[in-house]
């Protein structure tokens, strides 16, 4: 017989207009993710909804995948989800199967860069959990400037956008999302090329506002590449599309 631990699975049904897409909860914090993305975020799943079903979005920072998982099963787009955490990528990857979007959704366990290279992924405690943020690649800042509380350490890869983009099997994308820790503008240094494609409409950054040479990068690299700002709402998410 086996272990009741290995017969019990935990799925949250998540009704969206499309039908109900399952979401595996392996924590407490996976099922409030899942409980409560449809309304946590509406700007950013209005975003979602504007994508057109033949584009692609690039998924930074994916955790266990739900707006992935939205953009893939509810919009039809295709998507490229990054996550650098194991705790949150079997979570994403399981979901993906769950929900038959394997041929949608590539997922790639990294993190993102300026450049490629192996570096100290920190963990703050609840990150060790499904579901669970405040993780941050070379870096132990959190986006307000002050000290995550680092609980363990990976020695893990990280690479720049332009070369994942490059990679074969990866569709260019023509939004994209960054939601990650203290790190945002380094990554879109590493963006340069795919920043000044035209086939790149929109991207949705979380700003660290309180991070000053991280926040003048990520400006200083969108401006450059000819994006304005829209809005910006909750948690410094912030909108930029192409001139």
């Not at 946590?40 to 994916?62: C, M, N, R, Y």
């Not at 926040?215 to 969108?222: E, G, H, I, N, S």
Request: net charge neutral; proline share 4%.
């Amino acid at each position: 017989m086996p272990l009741l631990v290995e017969r019990v699975d935990l799925w949250y049904p998540v009704k969206t207009s499309k039908g109900t897409l399952r979401m595996h909860c392996g924590g407490e914090i996976a099922r409030v993710r899942a409980q409560g993305f449809l309304s946590v975020e509406p700007e950013t799943l209005k975003w979602i909804d504007g994508f057109s079903d033949d584009e692609t979005l690039l998924d930074i920072g994916a955790n266990v995948g739900a707006y992935t998982l939205y953009a893939s099963f509810v919009k039809g787009v295709h998507v490229v989800a990054v996550e650098p955490s194991p705790f949150s990528f079997v979570e994403l990857s399981r979901n993906i199967l769950a929900n038959g979007l394997s041929d949608k959704v590539v997922a790639i366990m990294a993190a993102a860069a300026e450049r490629s290279f192996v570096a100290d992924m920190n963990y703050a405690s609840v990150s060790l959990k499904s579901g669970g943020s405040g993780a941050s690649f070379d870096t132990a800042l959190d986006n307000a400037g002050g000290d995550m509380g680092v609980a363990a350490k990976l020695k893990q890869p990280g690479f720049a956008i332009d070369e994942i983009v490059s990679w074969s099997g990866v569709r260019f994308p023509n939004h994209i999302k960054i939601d990650v820790i203290g790190n945002q503008g380094r990554i879109l240094v590493g963006a340069k090329k795919t920043l000044a494609d035209p086939r790149l409409k929109s991207l949705m950054v979380e700003m660290p506002l309180d991070l000053p040479e991280e926040d003048r990068l990520a400006r200083d690299a969108l401006t450059a590449a000819g994006f304005k700002q829209t809005v910006a709402v909750r948690h410094n998410n912030t909108f930029f599309v192409r001139h």
